[in-house]
C-alpha cells in the first residue's frame, strides 16, 4: 500500500507563481535588514531571539520528517550542551532545555496530521497505563515523578506516526551509528585524558553536588577510574545508548571502525546490565538474520579484545567482585529488588507517582527506592499498571518480531537489551534515551502490516 503523501512538505505545484522563490527571499533581506536596524536601539538577543523562533516553527511545520531526525540527532549531546550553558550563564538555556518535550510533541501532532495513526495491541495496553496513572495523579503526588515515567510516550509516538522512505531509514541509522561513535570518543578524552575533574566541577556547579566527589554512579566497587558518561547524564543511559548503537549498525552496517569505538565506551561505562542486555540482543538479532558465522567472528574477536582491556582499563579488582560475589552494587540491586517485591505486595494497588524513587527519595531519604523499572511502575500504580506496561513490552515484542524487516530486527534488539536493563535500573525516565531506545520500536510498528492508514 503506497503511503500518504506529506502534505505538510509537498513540493511546490505547478501553478505556482514563478516569482515565489524570490518573494520569500526578499522577505528574509527585509526581515534581516529590519532586524539589523533594530538592534541600534534594542539588544540583540530581544530582537533575534524571535525571529529565530518563528523561522524554527516554519521550518518544522515545512519539513517535521527532517525537523525531527535533527532533533533525535541532538539528543545525546542535550544534557551536557544545557549544564556546560548553565555554567558559564548563557541566557535562555533553561527555557531551551524545557522546550524539547513541546517541540517533540509539536513534531507528533504534525505528523499524526499528516500521516495518520491506527491505535494497536501496545497502543491500547499503554493507554491503561497512562489511564491509572491519571487516576492516580488525581488523588495526589508529584507531577514531575509522573512526567518521568512517561518519558518514553513522546518518542514511541513520534515512531508510530513517522514514515520514512528506505533512504531516509538507512540515512537514520547510518546516523545514529556515528553520532554514538562520536559520543563515545569523547567520553574516552575524559576518562583517559581530561579525567574526573571538569565534570567534579560542573556537577557541583550546576546540581548542588560536593565538589570533592563526583555521584556515587560515576565510580564502583574495585574499579578505580571513572566510569564513562561522555555527553549523557550518568553511565547507565551512556552504556543503554551504545547498546541501541549497536544492535542498530548490527543490522544496518559492516564498518567495524564506528563500531568499535562504540563497543570500546560501553567497556568503559562498567554497566553489566548493559553488557549483558548487549549481547543478548545481538545473538537474537543474529541468529534471527541466520548471520551465525557472524556472529561466532565477532564474538571471538570482543571476548579477546574484551580481556585485553581488563588491565588497561583497570577492570582486574572489578571483575574478582563480581565473580566471588562481593560487589556491593550487585548485592544493593538485590537487595532493592527483594524490598520492591514486600513494598508491592503490601500496596497492591499503587501508592501514586513520585511516593516511591529518586523523587521521593529527594524529600525523604528513607523513601523506599526500587531501582527495577518494571517494580517501580508497580509501586506507583499498583500490580494493574506494571501488568500493563509488560503488555506494552511483550505485544511490541511480538508485533516486532512479525515484522521480518531490519526495522523489526532492530526493535526486538532494542527491546530485548532494554528490557534486560529495566530488570535492575531506571531506563524509562532519561528523556534523551528514551528518544533513541522507542522511536525505532514506534516506527517499527508502525511498518507492521495493516497499520498504514491511507
Sequence with gaps: MDCPSNHLSAPLSIGENQYAAAFRAGVVVFTLM??????????PMVVFVPIVGVALTWVTFQHPTSALGIFLGLMPFECMAIMVGRFFGLPLVDVVSKSKEPLLLLLVLILCWSNGFRPIAPDWFLAGLLALAVIHKSLGGSFMALQDDFNFVLPYAAGRVAILTAKQEHLWARSAVWIAAVVSVLGMVEIFILGDGPRTLLYAAVADVDQSLLWAPFHAAGFTGLREASTMLGPPTYAALCMIALVIWWIYSRNPLPASAIAVGLVCSVTRSAWLGTVAAIVLVAIMLGQKKRLLLYALLSVALF????????LNDYLFLTKTGQDDSAQGHQESLVSGLMFIADHPLGTGPGSVGPRAFVNDANAPTMESTYLLLAAEYGIAGALCFLGFLLSGFRLAWRNQSKLGFAAVGILVGLGLMMTVFH????????????????????????NIVS
Excluded at 34 to 43: E, G, I, N, R, S
Excluded at 309 to 314: E, L
Excluded at 433 to 438: F, H, P, R
Design 427 to 450: 531506563m524509562h525516565n532519561d528523556f534523551r534515551l528514551e528518544c533513541w531506545a522507542w522511536f525505532p520500536v514506534g516506527l517499527s510498528l508502525r511498518t507492521t502490516s495493516g
Design 307 to 314: 580481556v585485553a582491556a581488563i588491565p588497561v582499563i583497570g
Design 34 to 43: 529590519v532586524a539589523a536596524l533594530l538592534c541600534m536601539f534594542l539588544p
